[in-house]
């Protein structure tokens, strides 16, 4: 068995040969909702228990509604089943973990990670969280700790504070430092952070039962998140060129303007990989004719074939916005569509409505709206994007960019961003916090609209540069919004905005024009994008480490420093990887940026000089800066700019080797295409740094091969010094020595 089948294996695996215990009935559980129930508790890991609490119907156990989120929606045998308890109190073992159950009220508590107790007439639960902050949750909401907030959960752009949170992606997993965490499957409901104890409720009072929930008991971050992803599922891997810098357009004035757009961005030197096109309705002149259509604009698009096959010539993929029109989504594409029964509502239906353009040289898709979908629709979608492409493809990794989903939505490798925001200093600084908690949902693949999708007053060529700097360091690289040019890397240097889209939104506004000679925002942008593409194997090495691990790109602090309080609650920075700190500026006019480098030493990745951690610093910057550190340890690969992630250059890999402390790292490679990498198609490099001895080791990563060319030139970076040794590796171990 693959090393890839063999891991899925482990994680959709449960604890098996436990056994039931079914309990005396001379205490009844109490009734809850006027229902009377039945308690399950089953062992699920080492560090995971299931709670289910089930209506009777006929005396007997109602199932658990199932809505796609879990990977195994059964999870073994469970170890007791309970209609009444033989004491006050009853005790039972699941796995390594106790679980006690009581009576008046129904209360249940899961070792020392978690108490639910509920509500007679309501069955609504109320349960401890500590005083540590409270993460997670999805996209959006209110930000960076969960605490003393009340959370609807309302899935869509009309969820939470749009503007400046984006559009709400409810995730009911609940990361509590310190305690554990817990994924709260079903039901669907809000949550209350405001008391002495949290309360969760169900939407109404009918759907309150079936109750089930995942308590994670481990104080282990990387334990709670692979616990998330054994439940839910692990992330699938991308193609590499989604992970290149995204340019988004909306209104199109002409074949012209496409191609020579594209052209300007090579003659430039702006790396670039793709090129994604609004649809018409929602800009004047798009891709199609109306929102929903399969049909080109011929005014624009006169021969789509001919166009996508230039772009492809010039290196770029092609992505096409499509928006939803239908309010529901059912099935799976597996499911045939039959003539005479078509109805777009069924998956394979749907997605058979793309397939004649998608055969045209279409790259990806940009599945707009969706925001009436239930939670079980929507996740339908996330699936039939990833696995509609592979009817046409079978061997090719699909791309699909999202405004919604649900829990499990990475195994569909979908990519999420945050919505119609708007362009104001208040959202970039939000988004921030925004990105961390939602890595921390499983959502691993996000990003949002450089510079805000609605302009504002505040929206000029400092904000952009800001908010492209944050967009360097999301997974998703991508500038999009109306008045769409200045999204453009030299749209700020043209002296016009044209052609405006601020129509019909309150608050929208277009630039001061003496903001439209700014010659400082294209050299910059640059910069970032090219720093973006020699950082590409180190990203594609952490992508990679979270489709094995759970683990997310964008990290927050807590997931490697769990034990300081002050990197806990820290949401305006974040690990990019294990060994890079970011720290936006998202401050206008700011000289300085105040951030937190948590214990042990930390080099400034521009300037290389070495700081001790655990304390807070302020960081000079003028506009071109965004802090950027390396702890020690750190080992960080870069490659040759690339004007797109496939052109082939030949420049020798570089590692930048930062001291202080023992380091390794998996430096991952494969075709950045189809899926040979699950047969072992994939090419590892394990490095590690013995800073005692100043020695780089290399060697060939377990299960993996190879690939060609078959000799690399490797050169080590000793930081801060910057000296160099260069070796060929060829498969066989290596030594390089300081």
Same mark, same amino acid.
């Given at each position: ?16 040969? =436990? ?83 009581? !009576? ?15 509500? %007679? ?27 003393? =907030? ?52 169900? @939407? ?9 929930? @995942? ?43 496409? &191609? ?11 790396? *670039? ?26 005014? &624009? ?16 993929? &092609? ?17 045939? *569509? ?79 961003? =945050? ?16 990105? &961390? ?21 505040? @929206? ?20 999009? !919004? ?31 024009? +003496? ?9 910059? *942008? ?6 973006? =593409? ?49 720290? %936006? ?89 189809? @899926? ?39 050169? +080590? ?22």
């Amino acid at each position: 068995m693959d090393d890839h089948l063999a891991r899925r294996t482990v994680l959709k695996g449960a604890v098996a040969g =436990s056994a039931m215990l079914q309990a005396s009935l001379a205490q009844s559980l109490p009734r809850l909702a006027g229902r009377e129930i039945e308690v399950q508790i089953t062992a699920i890991s080492d560090h995971t228990v299931r709670v289910t609490v089930l209506p009777l119907e006929n005396g007997q156990p109602a199932p658990v509604p199932l809505d796609g989120s879990l990977v195994k929606s059964a999870s073994g045998t469970p170890v007791a089943r309970l209609r009444g308890i033989e004491s006050p109190t009853q005790t039972v073992r699941a796995g390594r973990i106790d679980v006690t159950i009581s !009576g008046s009220p129904l209360t249940i508590a899961v070792g020392k990670a978690q108490q639910f107790k509920f509500d %007679p007439q309501t069955a609504a639960v109320s349960f401890p969280t500590g005083e540590q902050p409270l993460l997670a949750l999805g996209q959006g909401g209110p930000q960076f700790d969960r605490r003393g =907030s009340q959370d609807r959960m309302r899935s869509g752009q009309g969820g939470y504070n749009l503007r400046t949170h984006g559009g709400r992606v409810p995730i009911q997993w609940l990361i509590m430092p310190g305690r554990g965490a817990m994924f709260l499957h079903q039901p669907l409901g809000s949550f209350d952070f405001t008391g002495a104890e949290s309360r969760f409720q169900s @939407f109404t009072t009918e759907a309150a039962l079936p109750f089930d929930a @995942f308590v994670v008991a481990s104080t282990d971050p990387a334990a709670m998140m692979a616990e998330y992803a054994r439940l839910t599922g692990l992330p699938e891997m991308p193609p590499l060129w989604s992970l290149g810098y995204q340019q988004s357009h909306r209104t199109l004035a002409s074949r012209k303007e496409i &191609v020579d757009e594209a052209k300007l961005f090579r003659e430039k030197k702006l790396p *670039c990989d793709t090129l994604i096109y609004l649809g018409t309705d929602f800009s004047p002149s798009g891709w199609n004719t109306h929102n929903g259509s399969f049909s080109f604009n011929r005014r &624009v698009f006169d021969d789509p074939k001919a166009i996508f096959d230039e772009l492809h010539q010039l290196g770029f993929k &092609v992505v096409l916005h499509h928006a939803l029109l239908a309010r529901d989504l059912r099935g799976t594409v597996k499911d045939p *569509c039959l003539p005479g029964k078509w109805d777009e509502e069924e998956a394979g239906c749907h997605w058979e409505m793309h397939r004649k353009t998608f055969s045209l040289g279409v790259d990806g898709w940009w599945p707009d709206e969706g925001d009436p979908l239930d939670a079980r629709a929507r996740l339908v979608r996330n699936r039939l994007y990833y696995e509609g492409p592979q009817i046409d493809r079978p061997n090719e990794r699909p791309y699909a960019l999202h405004r919604n989903g649900h829990a499990g939505m990475q195994r569909y490798a979908a990519f999420l961003w =945050s919505g119609d925001v708007y362009s104001t200093w208040e959202t970039l600084k939000t988004h921030v916090p925004v990105a &961390v908690n939602t890595g921390l949902s499983g959502i691993p693949l996000w990003g949002t609209d450089i510079g805000g999708f609605v302009p504002t007053t505040d @929206f000029t060529g400092e904000l952009y540069v800001r908010w492209f700097q944050f967009g360097a360091f999301n997974p998703l690289f991508r500038a999009h !919004g109306r008045t769409w040019k200045l999204r453009l890397p030299w749209g700020w240097n043209t002296g016009s905005f044209e052609p405006s889209e601020i129509q019909n939104y309150r608050g929208a506004a277009n630039p001061d024009p +003496a903001e439209l000679r700014n010659a400082a925002v294209e050299p910059i *942008c640059k910069k970032y994008l090219e720093l973006r =593409s020699r950082l590409m194997p180190y990203l594609y090495s952490a992508v990679r480490e979270s489709c094995q691990t759970g683990m997310p790109i964008i990290r927050a602090l807590f997931l490697h420093y769990p034990d300081d309080p002050k990197a806990i609650g820290r949401g305006d920075e974040y690990l990019w990887g294990r060994d890079m700190l970011v720290a %936006p500026v998202v401050e206008k006019g700011a000289t300085s940026r105040s951030l937190y480098l948590p214990s042990g030493a930390w080099y400034d990745f521009w300037t290389r000089e070495r700081l001790e951690g655990g304390r807070e610093i302020s960081r000079a910057v003028d506009l071109e800066t965004t802090p950027l550190y390396v702890r020690a340890g750190g080992l960080i690969p870069m490659g040759p700019v690339k004007q797109f992630t496939e052109e082939k250059v030949e420049a020798p890999l570089e590692v930048h080797i930062y001291p202080g402390a023992n380091g390794s790292f998996l430096l991952y490679e494969d075709d950045g295409k189809s @899926f040979a990498y699950r047969k072992g198609g994939w090419m590892g490099i394990d490095m590690a740094w013995n800073d005692a001895t100043r020695t780089l080791t290399l060697r060939l990563a377990r299960g993996s091969r190879m690939l060609p060319p078959a000799r690399r030139n490797i050169e +080590a970076v000793l930081q801060p010094g910057g000296d160099r040794r260069t070796v060929p590796f060829e498969g066989k171990p290596v030594e390089i020595k300081f």
